[in-house]
C-alpha cells in the first residue's frame, strides 16, 4: 500500500511563487554585485592597472549571473509569482549599476 500526501498549498512547495520570488530575490542581489564588480573593480584595473585579466574573469561571471536573474525571471512568471510586465522592468533594471539592488527591495 502506497501513502500519498495531499500537495501543500503553492507557496510551501518549493518551486511554487514564493519561492520563486525568493530565488529572483537572491539573483537580483548576485547579479547587481557581479556588475558593480565588474564595472568599479575589473574595468579599471583593466585600463588603469594593465591587469586585462580582471575583465577576462569578472564578464563571464557577470554573465552567468545575468542569465541566471532571466532563467529566475521566467521561472517566476511561469509561476504565477511575477506577471510578464514586472519581469520585464526587472530585466531592464538589471542593465544598470545598482538596478539589481533595487529590484531586491521592490520585490520585498
Do not use: N
Not at 503553492?10 to 518551486?15: G, H, T, W
Not at 539573483?27 to 585600463?47: S, Y
Not at 592597472?49 to 517566476?76: D, E, K, N, Q, Y
Amino acid at each position: 500500500m502506497t501513502h500519498h500526501d495531499p500537495a501543500p498549498d503553492s507557496c510551501a512547495r518549493p518551486d511554487g511563487p514564493a519561492h520563486g520570488v525568493a530565488a529572483l530575490r537572491t539573483w537580483c542581489v548576485l547579479e547587481a554585485t557581479t556588475l558593480l564588480a565588474l564595472l568599479f573593480v575589473a574595468v579599471p584595473l583593466k585600463h588603469l592597472g594593465g591587469f586585462p585579466m580582471a575583465v577576462s574573469v569578472m564578464g563571464p561571471i557577470h554573465g552567468f549571473a545575468f542569465l541566471a536573474l532571466g532563467w529566475a525571471a521566467v521561472r517566476a512568471v511561469a509561476s504565477g509569482g511575477l506577471s510578464k510586465q514586472a519581469a520585464g522592468k526587472l530585466m531592464l533594471a538589471a542593465c544598470f549599476p545598482f538596478g539589481g539592488l533595487y529590484s531586491r527591495w521592490v520585490l520585498r
